[in-house]
């Protein structure tokens, strides 16, 4: 196990040191101790490295990931995993705003709450969240999916194209061209395989899936008031 | 009996509106029509004070030439020196600017790299991602950051030459954009990871940062994924140049691209272009005044884009503070976009060569801002480069023609005393002294 301490070195030297990781490397295992908040902690990674954070993080926690497992004993600030292209990150307390914003690939899983635009624009990355998430999530989903165990706030997936939606409790208030649909049997396999991923004791049968209407994949001047 | 008086009797000549012109009219009938507004590609049509309003003094007993075919005109300006450990040097102060594969088909692109490079300065890729023929024939190619973040990956944003932020564009201060689905073909909807065929919209403001503040925090995550490597320009559409300026620099900005209503747009609305945004002129001097006022001029570059046409443009533009110049639609045109060539194609299409702006339609007769394979191929990427080569050193030449003629032996060297203003406007937006006086609109003293 590797150890850094943030108070001692600097962010700079840290993310150096774990963008010098390959796939072959066998320092694999990383501990971040001092966070504090600080932004952009384990950002770009692209090897398949494990790092513990102790403590909260700033903005953009381990942004950009590509194949490292990033597990952070503490909150996390705004934009938490963006554009996450494949790994993991798990957060054991809540998640501020953006959470796994246009993420591309990978399971971010949130063991507490997600506050608004959890899951903007996403590409085809996996979001679990354990708890309740904020309004406007999964505005302009583009595809992956989003499992929350909890609550959803307002205007759900507002304008979203071709990702999955799944909430256990209640929702405030769909978004445009977001409505309720079908859990087929191919929505359950992959709800019940990202709750066991991420850890989520949550029944999937009592989960309800929200996807696309797809009226406003084209410009239909009928629709004028839905823009 | 005939009355023949009555022929002499005058008659009213009709007199068409000013106010409701043909064109409104036209433009009434097709929204009533229709009901849905126009969308087309390009930037402002209408005419707005311009560099065509600035006139070079050129040298005489107060100021002494240089000779035009022997001394040397330096045009090389090195950009984002602020942070970065590897910032852009540039033969000329002209880059290409962004300019996205989908609304430009992959030779167009390949076309522009190959034209820049063999120019000896950059391009910039678009939304929609970077693809490979862009950065094969680009030595330096810039990767524009967006609020879509369609095929945004960090493997690209690590293997660019610098990192522009978009936050606006001159077409659309404010607007984000729109692909029809006629031009999200399969690897355009691959890259985006979108369906095919779906009307594609790009957000107007980033997913994952709102205002200066959080835009100093990205900065610094982009910073830190490449290395502290490569300069992070910040482009901003022309609305409060000064006031944006001076908060890109906050956030920490190494360059400074600031886009006027003239530069151009794939397609977003007619109404938007025309009536949302500042002139280019408008825009230089409060940029440039507020890098002055943060003592930072010249150490983070200033980036123009917006209707720069020819060498004078480029000399007018660095004349009033900028640092080098981007052009969008020029380039376009350089490669063929317009070409009279294919006059009885745009006939078809309802239009005529130099009017063609529904670039968003996917029918482009030239085979550039298209993604059908049949009008692609009418282009070739060797020879658009070529030309997009030519048409750059022109561009130079004229500068440097103009620098020289000033008694500048740099590009860089001309300054807002080497020019006067044709109009009242553009003495007033350039702040240079209306031709024959030595006072402009807002100068002290009048």
Redesign the interface.
């Known amino acids: 196990m590797q150890t850094f301490d943030l108070e001692a070195g600097s962010l700079r030297e840290l993310n150096e040191m774990l963008h010098a990781q390959k796939d072959d490397t066998n320092q694999t295992a990383w501990e971040i101790v001092n966070a504090k908040g600080s932004h952009a902690i384990a950002v770009g990674l692209d090897a398949p490295i494990e790092v513990t954070i102790k403590g909260s993080t700033g903005y953009y926690c381990g942004g950009m990931n590509k194949l490292a497992t990033i597990i952070i004993h503490g909150s996390a600030g705004p934009g938490v995993a963006e554009n996450m292209m494949s790994g993991k990150v798990v957060i054991e307390g809540d998640a501020s705003q953006y959470a796994g914003a246009t993420g591309h690939g990978g399971l971010l899983v949130i063991k507490g709450n997600a506050s608004s635009r959890c899951g903007i624009s996403m590409k085809g990355i996996d979001i679990v969240v354990h708890g309740n998430i904020g309004h406007m999530s999964a505005f302009m989903a583009q595809s992956g999916n989003l499992v929350v165990c909890g609550d959803a706030g307002e205007a759900l997936g507002d304008s979203l194209y071709e990702a999955n939606l799944f909430v256990r409790g209640k929702v405030k208030t769909l978004g445009a061209d977001c409505i309720e649909k079908e859990i087929l049997p191919e929505h359950m396999e992959i709800l019940k395989d990202l709750l066991k991923q991420a850890g989520a004791e949550a029944n999937p049968d009592e989960f309800r899936r929200y996807g696309s209407a797809r009226k406003l994949y084209n410009f239909d001047v009928d629709n004028v008031a839905s823009y | 009996m005939k009355d023949d008086r009555q022929s002499f009797v005058s008659q009213t000549v009709p007199i068409q509106s000013a106010t409701f012109t043909n064109e409104v009219n036209a433009e009434i009938r097709r929204a009533a029509d ?3 507004y126009d969308i087309r590609g390009g930037g402002a049509k209408r005419r707005v004070p311009h560099f065509d309003d600035l006139l070079f003094l050129g040298a005489s007993i107060s100021r002494y030439p240089l000779e035009g075919y022997r001394e040397s005109c330096d045009t090389r300006v090195v950009l984002g020196t602020r942070h970065a450990k590897n910032p852009i040097e540039l033969e000329i102060p002209v880059t290409i600017a962004g300019m996205s594969f989908g609304s430009l088909s992959g030779p167009a692109k390949e076309a522009l790299g190959r034209g820049a490079s063999a120019a000896g300065t950059s391009t910039t890729t678009g939304d929609g991602g970077m693809t490979e023929e862009e950065r094969g024939h680009s030595t330096k190619l810039i990767y524009q950051y967006l609020p ?2 369609y095929g ?3 493997d690209d ?2 293997r660019a030459d610098a990192i522009e932020i978009v936050i606006g564009q001159g077409a659309k201060p404010g607007g984000g954009g ?1 692909l ?2 006629q031009k999200i073909s399969d690897r355009v909807a691959e890259m985006r ?3 095919m ?3 594609q ?1 790009s ?1 107007c403001r980033h ?3 709102t205002g200066p503040d ?1 835009l100093e ?2 900065i ?2 982009l910073r ?5 490597r490569v300069p992070i320009y910040v482009k901003i559409g022309g609305t409060r140049p000064y006031f944006d300026t001076t908060l890109a620099v906050k956030s920490g900005a190494d360059v400074v691209v600031l886009d006027g209503m003239q530069g151009g747009t794939a397609a977003t609305q007619d109404v938007f272009i025309e009536h949302v945004g500042l002139p280019t002129l408008a825009c230089i001097r409060p940029a440039v005044q507020a890098l002055q006022d943060l003592g930072l001029h010249r150490e983070v570059q200033l980036v123009i884009s917006g209707g720069v046409r020819t060498g004078a443009d480029v000399a007018k533009a660095l004349a009033l503070g900028a640092d080098a110049v981007a052009i969008g639609t020029a380039a376009l045109v350089a490669l063929g976009d317009n070409d009279p060539k294919w006059e009885s194609e745009y006939q078809k299409l309802g239009t005529t060569a130099g009017a063609y702006d529904d670039w968003h339609e996917g029918q482009d007769p030239a085979g550039i801002t298209t993604q059908i394979p049949e009008l692609m191929a009418r282009f070739d990427p060797i020879e658009g480069g070529r030309r997009l080569k030519n048409y750059l050193k022109v561009l130079t030449l004229e500068a440097q023609t103009i620098a020289r003629a000033c008694g500048h032996n740099r590009l860089h060297n001309l300054e807002p005393e080497d020019l006067c203003a044709l109009t009242m406007e553009a003495a007033a937006m350039a702040r240079v002294p209306l031709a024959g006086t030595d006072w402009y609109p807002g100068k002290a003293g009048f």
Do not use: C, V
């Open positions: 229709t009901g849905i879509s973040r945004m990956n960090p944003l690590r729109m029809l689905g990871n979108l369906p065929g779906i009307d919209r957000a997913p994952d940062w959080d925090i990205k610094l995550e830190e994924i490449t290395g502290w």
